[in-house]
Structures are given as C-alpha cells and as structure tokens.
C-alpha cells in the first residue's frame, strides 16, 4: 500500500464538491436529487458519499479525499509533496497556518492563458486545514485549473462585451473549437461577444437575434445576421446542417431544454453547446432533464453566472462535467 493511502485517516466521505461562487444552495439540491448522502459542510465545501463523480454546480469536485494527521506546518507540506507535486490551497480554516503550508510547496507558474489554450495536462491537486492538525488533501479534481477557474489573457478592445470569456472557457473545455469551413448557427448573439470568437477563430457564422449586433461585428464577411426569433430557427431554414450549434439566448430553463433536444436530434453530429439559464431557486429535477440527451453534459463555467452551461460533442465531451453515467443495474 503507497505510503500516503497507508496514513490516511478513517473518512465517511468519498468526494468534496467546492461550490460555484453564489450556488451553493442549487448545489445541495442537485446533490440531494441525485441521491448523494451529505455527510458534512464547511464553508464551500459539501462532502458527500454514494454517488462518486462531479456534480454540474460545483465550480471542482474533489474526486480523491483523503484526511492526514499532521505534526507541523512542515509535515504537512512534506505529506503533500509525497503525494504528487502541483497543488492548490483552497482556504475554510486556519488561513494563515494553510499559507505556511502553501509557501512550502513547489511554486506553479501561472501565466494567463491565451485562446485558443489547452487545458494543463499536469494534475492539480486541492488541499485544506480541517483543523490545525487535521489536512485534508485530494490530489485528483475534476477541473486541472485552481478553483476551476481558467484565467485568460483578456481581449479588452475587440470583443462588444465580456460574453466572450464564456465561449473561451466553453470551448477550452470542449477540448475542440470551430474552425475554417465549419458552420456555427448562434442564437442569441447580439451584441456579439460569442460571434466576435466565432469569427476569429475563422468559422462561418448565422447569427440569430431579435437585436441587432455590434456593427464592427456585423462587418465581417463571415457573419450573416438573422433579426428574429431563435426558437422559430430549424434546420430546414439552413442550406446546410451546422456543425456546432451554440444558444446564449436568455428563457426558461424548460424551454431552453426543448431547443438543446431538438438542435442534438436535428444535427446528430453537431457539436452543441448552449447557456442554461436559471432564474432564483433552481429545480434540479428539470436541470437534471438535460441529461437525458444522450452524450449530454453540464457545468458551471468560471464565467457563468447563476447558469450552467451543456454540451453535447461528438467525442464526449469536457470531463470537468457531470453526465449520466451507465445505469449500474
Ligand atoms: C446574454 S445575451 C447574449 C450575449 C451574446 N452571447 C454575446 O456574446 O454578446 C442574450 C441575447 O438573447 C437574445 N434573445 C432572447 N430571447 C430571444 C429570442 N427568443 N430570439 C432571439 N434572441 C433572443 C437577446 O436579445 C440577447 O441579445
């Protein structure tokens, strides 16, 4: 048995979910839905048994827990490092004891990412003080950036607004992005945040919205613009299926759940990705609808708000996210 497993304390828990920043309570309810136990909450973070995996509210899931009895500031780095080299202290107790311990570890250069990135492939491992003795540490998560939050090198001129960072994080965790010759039906664009992306990325663009774009957005020739309703949109009106069908469009969560069947039905090889808005309490027997799409995922994006965002892409999609495991029985 590896040195570290062999030390590890008797827990009740086999996962810790950090919530989104403001989602906690949508959180729990996902949680409760799905069946998982809660076995304690501190702070941010809700630690649960029985239904291992990450869950779509949760900015990172911590996917390995394990508890240390440490002596010192020094044993607990010792410990951590034993384990495996990159981790990130997420603070709830004894801040400034947890800082010593961070300071002690390998330093992990941090550099803004430039889009289009790709997601670290070295493991990140998250880490706490439960107590002043008491190290609780995971060194598998299910997001590779600290706090599941990816930092971009910002594009402050360009883009109409900071929608953009949405679709760079989205497609960053696809792991796939359009490109020349690809055809992008967006709905919801305007003012043309998501388009501005498309467009560089070099992808034809039909934008739908019953606004109008940005005119600098508008310009290009790849963007034709559509002044209506997204929810009228089929494939017939297209000359050709898209390959990637991307909705920011602002309606109820049940009606964008009937847009994401019809579009994955419609366009089986598609790639799909469309905001899941949620308005005050979330019911996340419907939310959890969406995954009955086949090959659907949800997560909570570092740019997204009080929404989450799916997918469905032809390889599977981000493994960040939540999806409908293969029934056990
Ligand atoms: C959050 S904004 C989209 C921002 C956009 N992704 C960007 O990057 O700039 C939502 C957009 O959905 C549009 N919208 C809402 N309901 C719509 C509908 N039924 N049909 C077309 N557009 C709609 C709104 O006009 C608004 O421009």
């Not at 941010?44 to 048994?49: G, N």
């Given at each position: 048995?590896?040195?570290?497993?062999?030390?590890?304390?008797?827990?009740?828990?086999?996962?810790?979910?950090q919530a989104a920043d403001g989602q906690?309570?949508?959180?729990?309810?996902?949680?409760?839905?799905?069946?998982?136990?809660?076995?304690?909450?501190?702070?941010s973070?809700?630690?649960?048994?029985?239904?291992?995996?990450?869950?779509?509210?949760a900015q990172n899931t911590?996917?390995?827990?394990?508890?240390?009895?440490?002596?010192?500031?020094?044993?607990?780095?010792?410990?951590?490092?034993?384990?495996?080299?990159n981790w990130h202290l997420h603070s709830?107790?004894?801040?400034?004891?947890?800082r010593?311990?961070a300071?002690?570890l390998p330093p992990i250069r941090f550099k803004p990412l430039e889009f289009p990135a790709f997601v670290p492939s070295a493991p990140l491992g998250s880490?706490?003080?439960?107590?002043?003795?008491?190290?609780?540490?995971?060194?598998?998560c299910s997001s590779a950036f600290a706090d599941g939050h990816p930092i971009f090198a910002e594009d402050r001129t360009g883009p109409?607004n900071r929608a953009y960072l949405k679709l760079w994080e989205a497609l960053t965790l696809a792991r796939?992005r359009?490109?020349?010759?690809?055809?992008?039906?967006?709905?919801?664009?305007?003012?043309?945040g998501w388009?501005w992306v498309?467009?560089r990325?070099?992808?034809?663009?039909?934008?739908?919205?019953?606004?109008?774009?940005?005119?600098?957005?508008?310009?290009?020739?790849?963007?034709?613009?559509?002044?209506?309703?997204?929810?009228?949109?089929?494939?017939?009106?297209?000359?050709?299926?898209?390959?990637?069908?991307?909705?920011?469009?602002?309606?109820?969560?049940?009606?964008?759940?009937?847009?994401?069947?019809?579009?994955?039905?419609?366009?089986?090889?598609?790639?799909?990705?469309?905001?899941?808005?949620?308005?005050?309490?979330?019911?996340?027997?419907?939310?959890?609808?969406?995954?009955?799409?086949?090959?659907?995922?949800?997560c909570h994006l570092a740019a997204n708000k009080?929404?989450?965002t799916?997918?469905?892409?032809?390889?599977?999609?981000p493994p960040e996210a939540?999806?409908?495991?293969?029934?056990?029985?």
């Amino acid at each position: 048995m590896p040195a570290e497993t062999s030390a590890a304390l008797p827990i009740e828990y086999d996962t810790v979910h950090q919530a989104a920043d403001g989602q906690r309570d949508a959180l729990v309810d996902e949680l409760v839905h799905r069946g998982s136990q809660i076995v304690d909450d501190i702070d941010s973070l809700i630690f649960t048994r029985d239904v291992p995996g990450p869950a779509a509210w949760a900015q990172n899931t911590w996917l390995a827990p394990r508890e240390y009895r440490v002596d010192s500031i020094g044993d607990a780095a010792r410990r951590l490092t034993s384990i495996q080299r990159n981790w990130h202290l997420h603070s709830i107790a004894h801040h400034r004891r947890a800082r010593l311990i961070a300071d002690k570890l390998p330093p992990i250069r941090f550099k803004p990412l430039e889009f289009p990135a790709f997601v670290p492939s070295a493991p990140l491992g998250s880490f706490a003080l439960l107590d002043r003795d008491r190290l609780l540490a995971s060194p598998v998560c299910s997001s590779a950036f600290a706090d599941g939050h990816p930092i971009f090198a910002e594009d402050r001129t360009g883009p109409p607004n900071r929608a953009y960072l949405k679709l760079w994080e989205a497609l960053t965790l696809a792991r796939r992005r359009p490109g020349p010759g690809d055809v992008c039906l967006e709905l919801g664009a305007s003012p043309g945040g998501w388009t501005w992306v498309l467009d560089r990325l070099g992808a034809e663009i039909i934008a739908v919205d019953r606004a109008d774009l940005a005119p600098q957005i508008m310009a290009s020739t790849r963007v034709t613009t559509w002044r209506g309703d997204a929810f009228g949109v089929t494939v017939d009106d297209l000359e050709r299926p898209p390959d990637w069908i991307l909705s920011d469009v602002i309606a109820y969560p049940s009606r964008l759940l009937d847009l994401a069947d019809y579009w994955c039905h419609a366009c089986p090889h598609a790639a799909v990705i469309i905001t899941v808005k949620c308005q005050g309490m979330v019911d996340p027997a419907e939310i959890s609808r969406f995954l009955d799409i086949k090959n659907a995922r949800l997560c909570h994006l570092a740019a997204n708000k009080h929404e989450l965002t799916f997918f469905r892409l032809p390889e599977g999609g981000p493994p960040e996210a939540v999806f409908r495991g293969p029934d056990p029985h």
